[in-house]
């Protein structure tokens, strides 16, 4: 069983909030990804990680920001909420190589 | 990262019947990783192809790597309900991306 968190599994929140989605693995992964996926559709990556204090953009664009302080830890912020931010997003983690990714159970983000 | 194209984007097959998904590249791959993904859940993890025309079996599932290593196919016999899904296929690079994936329903 995979040990990686996500939370709120469920968001909604009006336009213009600030707002941070957590996510946490206990697997000692260095490799972390953030994906946006709309119901039914594909997986895109926004933001990946290959380490502490290693940040870089996927290859959709995203407004989101997110950091990595902490190996275990890879939060992901939007400055101001919009309905356009409306999605599912998935976090994921993988292991030293390019081994399996393990997913959190997603956050399903609503902006009204 | 490098890309592929999956097809079909849906399936529709009647429970039992036989499905095959496949995902192809412009590029050699080294490795090719495929996911499932049920409706509403997460991507799991299923299987990982590394060698030139390599077959791997998961019970009633059967992947393949193409000798050349541009393309990939999941095919399964007798599809069951618990079938459905989406399945991805992706080049297992740094980054991770996935094909756009195919829908798979059964009808009873």
């Known amino acids: 069983e995979a040990d990686i968190y996500q939370t709120p599994r469920y968001l909604v929140i009006g336009t213009g909030k600030k707002i941070t989605l957590e996510c946490s693995q206990t697997m000692g992964h260095d490799k972390m990804y953030w994906y946006q996926q709309d119901p039914g559709m594909e997986l895109h990556l926004i933001h990946y990680?290959?380490?502490?204090?290693?940040?870089e953009k996927g290859d959709l664009s995203s407004e989101s920001t997110v950091s990595r302080i902490r190996t275990e830890h890879f939060p992901l912020t939007l400055e101001s909420a919009r309905p356009s931010h409306t999605s599912q997003y998935l976090c994921?983690?993988?292991?030293?190589?390019?081994?399996?990714?393990?997913f959190g159970q997603g956050t399903r983000l609503t902006v009204v | 990262g490098q890309q592929v194209m999956q097809i079909p984007q849906y399936q529709h097959v009647q429970e039992g019947e036989d499905f095959t998904t496949y995902c192809n590249s412009s590029t050699t791959l080294s490795n090719i990783q495929w996911y499932k993904q049920r409706p509403g859940g997460h991507p799991v993890f299923l299987i990982q192809l590394v060698k030139s025309g390599e077959v791997k079996k998961q019970k009633r599932l059967t992947f393949q790597f193409g000798e050349a290593k541009k393309n990939s196919s999941l095919h399964i016999t007798a599809t069951q309900t618990t079938d459905v899904g989406t399945y991805f296929c992706?080049?297992?690079?740094?980054?991770?991306?996935f094909g756009k994936g195919t829908r798979l329903h059964i009808l009873p």
């Open positions: 992706a080049p297992r690079d740094d980054k991770i991306i």
């Open positions: 990680s290959y380490g502490v204090n290693s940040t």
């Open positions: 994921a983690s993988s292991g030293f190589g390019n081994t399996e990714a393990f």
